[in-house]
Every structure is written in C-alpha cells, then in structure tokens.
C-alpha cells in the first residue's frame, strides 16, 4: 500500500495510477493506491519540490536518486533488484527548439511503480497521458513501456522520413544545376550524426529490454518490444544510407563549384586574350613623343578605332577557330 499523500507530495507533473483497463485515476492526498494497480509519477526534476522528494523518498534506492536527475546522455538500462532504470532520448519537438536537440527521459520502473523525470517537456509522455485519458493506453508497467518506446520511435521514424525528402529535394536541386543554401547541407549530416549516436545505443536498450527475463513483463510485450527494436534498426540503416548519400552530395557540390569557378576563370582569360592587342597598340600610341603615325590626319582617331575593332573581331575568330569559344 503507497499513501496517496506521500506520492502527492512529489510535486510531480502528472501523478496518476493506471486503472488496468486503459485508464487514469488521480491520486490526491487523501487517497490510498490500490496495491495491485500500477502509480505513475513523472517529475520535471528541475523543480525544487520534485528535487527534493527524489532526495528524500523511500520508494527508489540511493544509487537511483542521482541517476534520475543526472545528465546521462546516452541511452542505457540497469537492473536494481526488483527495479529497472532506464534511460531514453526523444525526438526534441518543443517550440522554438531544433529536432536534433535530444532531450532525455529517465525512469525507474518496477511492477507497481514508474517514476519518470525529465527536464524538457517530451511529446512522447503527453501523448500515453492523452491515450489513458481516453481509456486506450497501457494497462500496467511493461504496458506502459512498451507504449512510451512506441512512441520515441515513431517520432524518431518521422524525423528519419523528414531528412530523407530534405536530402532527396538537394538532389533533385543538384540535377537542375542549383547549389542549396550555406550551411543547409551540413545542418542535415549534423542531424544525422547526431541521430545515429543516440539512437543505436536505444536500439540495443530496446533489444536488451526484449531479451530480459523481467517478472513484470509478459511475453507478448517482449515480443513488441523486440518489435520495436527491429523497426528502429531499419531506420538506422536508413540513417547509414542517408550519411552516405550526403557525401556524395558534398562532392557533388563541390564539383560544381568549382566547375563554376573554372568557367568563370577561363571566360576572364579569354577576354584578356581578345583585348591584348588592342591594350598594346592603345598602349603604344599612347605616348607623349612625337611622330606618331597618323597624328595630324583628320580621319586619324576614326582609323585607328575602326582597326582596333578588326582587329578584335580577328581574335575573336582564331578563338572560336581553335575551339576556344
């Protein structure tokens, strides 16, 4: 039996005890937890009153209380005796925040308590909340995992599909001769980079979770945890393709980058070489001396432009002759 007060008292965010049929009933003060039926407390350990009820609650062993509210990146699973503490990393889908921002979500889990904590809000635990409230979500704690895993991958998966069509829209850019934007390119492999690093370590705590002989787990929910693990393995083998299809992109985009610095090089010289006879005789006939040819005739200047415009058209033509042009 958990006294109502006692998990009230947690400051926690949600707390809630599942009803075994897909449902929520508040817990308050005054009210007693049903022995047989799962509580659900998730805390924002940022906050004083939840900080200090995971410092001084009885419910979860010393060694998990700094594991909860911990800066653990990495995703991970432990077993404490009756309990599991696992650590997750969501898809960051806040406002005003970018999607490779991972933020994390903690839980120590047993067969009638979860305490999750997080510091940045997770769509994933709204949307199991939302499920419960409609009387369709997870009936007890494997239950509950397995959903919550659920959901990190599809928001995962989606973000996958996302930089898919960005990188299959630079191709298509790249076919018609257009360079993307700075740094839009490295955005996305950083994206990647990131995904990859996080999410494999969570492939191997889903597979690890299938695989565990939990007593509150029953088969059937290992087998769509394995599940699970299965599907997010493909999106990393998306992700491998993607960081692969991104470096053939940056060649490629180097290639015409320099292909258009070599054009522009090249047509710079051509001119060049058009104008330097003309630039040689303006040159010579430039002088301040005496005895130039043609100074005093009245047709002089018009003779000399006209000549200077012959000669330029023959340069152009020996250009376009050799092949130049």
């Given at each position: 039996?958990?006294?109502?007060?006692?998990?009230?008292?947690?400051?926690?965010?949600?707390?809630?005890?599942?009803?075994?049929?897909?449902?929520?009933?508040?817990?308050?003060?005054?009210?007693?937890?049903?022995?047989?039926?799962?509580?659900?407390?998730?805390?924002?350990?940022?906050?004083?009153?939840?900080?200090?009820?995971?410092?001084?609650?009885?419910?979860?062993?010393?060694?998990?209380?700094?594991?909860?509210?911990?800066?653990?990146?990495?995703?991970?699973?432990?077993?404490?005796?009756?309990?599991?503490?696992?650590?997750?990393?969501?898809?960051?889908?806040?406002?005003?925040?970018?999607?490779?921002?991972?933020?994390?979500?903690?839980?120590?889990?047993?067969?009638?308590?979860?305490?999750?904590?997080?510091?940045?809000k997770v769509l994933a635990i709204d949307e199991i909340l939302t499920d419960l409230k409609e009387g369709n979500g997870p009936t007890?704690?494997?239950?509950?995992?397995?959903?919550i895993a659920e959901a990190l991958t599809d928001h995962t998966s989606e973000f996958i599909d996302d930089l898919h069509e960005k990188?299959?829209?630079?191709?298509?850019?790249?076919?018609?001769?257009?360079?993307?934007?700075?740094?839009?390119?490295?955005?996305?492999?950083?994206?990647?980079?990131?995904?990859?690093?996080?999410?494999?370590?969570?492939?191997?705590?889903?597979?690890?979770?299938?695989?565990?002989?939990?007593?509150?787990?029953?088969?059937?929910?290992?087998?769509?945890?394995?599940?699970?693990?299965?599907?997010?393995?493909?999106?990393?083998?998306?992700?491998?393709?993607?960081?692969?299809?991104?470096?053939?992109?940056?060649?490629?985009?180097?290639?015409?980058?320099?292909?258009?610095?070599?054009?522009?090089?090249?047509?710079?010289?051509?001119?060049?070489?058009?104008?330097?006879?003309?630039?040689?005789?303006?040159?010579?006939?430039?002088?301040?001396?005496?005895?130039?040819?043609?100074?005093?005739?009245?047709?002089?200047?018009?003779?000399?432009?006209?000549?200077?415009?012959?000669?330029?058209?023959?340069?152009?033509?020996?250009?376009?002759?050799?092949?130049?042009?």
């Amino acid at each position: 039996m958990v006294a109502g007060k006692t998990l009230q008292h947690s400051g926690a965010v949600h707390a809630y005890q599942l009803d075994g049929n897909g449902g929520i009933t508040p817990i308050g003060e005054l009210d007693i937890a049903k022995s047989e039926k799962t509580c659900w407390l998730h805390l924002d350990y940022t906050l004083p009153a939840s900080a200090r009820w995971l410092n001084e609650t009885a419910l979860v062993p010393d060694s998990v209380r700094r594991a909860l509210t911990g800066e653990s990146a990495r995703p991970r699973v432990t077993r404490l005796g009756e309990g599991t503490l696992i650590t997750l990393r969501s898809i960051n889908l806040n406002l005003n925040a970018r999607p490779d921002q991972l933020v994390a979500v903690r839980v120590f889990i047993t067969d009638k308590l979860i305490i999750s904590t997080r510091r940045r809000k997770v769509l994933a635990i709204d949307e199991i909340l939302t499920d419960l409230k409609e009387g369709n979500g997870p009936t007890d704690s494997a239950s509950w995992l397995v959903s919550i895993a659920e959901a990190l991958t599809d928001h995962t998966s989606e973000f996958i599909d996302d930089l898919h069509e960005k990188i299959i829209n630079l191709e298509d850019d790249l076919l018609d001769q257009k360079i993307p934007a700075r740094g839009e390119l490295a955005l996305i492999r950083k994206q990647l980079i990131v995904l990859r690093r996080y999410m494999t370590p969570q492939r191997d705590v889903f597979s690890r979770l299938s695989g565990e002989k939990l007593p509150w787990m029953q088969d059937d929910d290992r087998r769509r945890m394995q599940e699970i693990a299965d599907r997010l393995g493909r999106g990393l083998e998306d992700l491998d393709a993607s960081v692969a299809r991104t470096t053939v992109l940056s060649d490629e985009i180097t290639t015409l980058m320099t292909d258009a610095m070599n054009r522009r090089t090249y047509t710079m010289s051509l001119l060049a070489m058009v104008f330097l006879p003309t630039t040689f005789l303006t040159g010579l006939f430039g002088v301040n001396l005496g005895g130039i040819p043609g100074g005093d005739a009245p047709f002089g200047f018009l003779t000399f432009c006209l000549m200077l415009t012959v000669l330029i058209g023959g340069v152009a033509w020996w250009l376009k002759h050799s092949k130049w042009l």
